[in-house]
């Protein structure tokens, strides 16, 4: 668990109000690419940060082209108050095949666990959905040794890739942008995660212009938005 940035004024409001990095836990999971559960998982309602690195291995000071034995992974950071550790495991589970296993270690499916509660709750799904799919489950669950924090360009990928609101929030967070839940959530929503219904109203308590607003519904293509 790293600690979060104290708030700046370049901020915005939903930030303001996120739990610090003391009232919060940590789950750690490799599922392929981490761009992508990196999106997903900040999404959710609960989630509180993300950030994407690798972990696994032993290769001291990996980086994305000198990677050694270690796995792309996303590091959840979220209140348990909203949010509980099985719902992740559910989102985890239910976003790859089980029964199979990465050709590459780079890319595999491994729940990295550091605590006691956490590997016990990752082992109890894993032989859940051994039981529902009647098989051997060949996704590992490991202890969390270091994770090891990625490129700044790795980091909330999606919302990088959206030209307008990605600059406006670079602009704004800098380094930081790692750390606020807003990016977590647009990184979300540009990827076309996250609860519909929801979205209209995090859009509008975020002092944005309106060319950056535009930007993250066009990418969610939710044609319902106004």
Not at 24 to 48: I, K, S
Not at 125 to 140: H, L, P
Request: proline share 7%; glycine share 8%.
């Amino acid at each position: 668990m790293s600690d979060a940035a104290d708030p700046t004024p370049t901020d915005l409001a939903p930030d303001d109000a996120a739990p610090p990095s003391s009232a919060t836990d940590t789950a750690t999971f490799g599922l392929g690419c981490f761009w992508g559960p990196d999106a997903r998982f900040g999404a959710m309602e609960g989630v509180v940060r993300t950030r994407v690195g690798y972990a696994g291995g032993t290769t001291p000071e990996p980086t994305y082209h000198d990677l050694g034995d270690h796995t792309e992974a996303v590091q959840v950071e979220y209140d348990p108050t909203v949010i509980s550790y099985v719902d992740l495991l559910d989102v985890f589970w239910s976003n790859h095949d089980p029964r199979s296993t990465s050709r590459k270690r780079q890319y595999r499916n491994v729940i990295l666990v550091d605590t006691l509660v956490h590997r016990q709750a990752a082992e109890r799904t894993r032989q859940e959905v051994g039981s529902r799919i009647g098989g051997a489950v060949e996704t590992a669950i490991e202890d969390l040794d270091t994770f090891h924090l990625a490129e700044p360009y790795h980091q909330k990928y999606q919302l990088r890739s959206t030209p307008v609101v990605g600059d406006e929030l670079v602009d704004r967070y800098g380094d930081d942008l790692v750390d606020s839940t807003v990016a977590a959530r647009l990184n979300g929503f540009v990827a076309g995660h996250g609860d519909p219904e929801r979205r209209p109203s995090l859009l509008a308590a975020l002092e944005l212009p309106p060319t950056a607003l535009a930007d993250v519904r066009r990418r969610a293509c939710d044609c319902s938005w106004s």
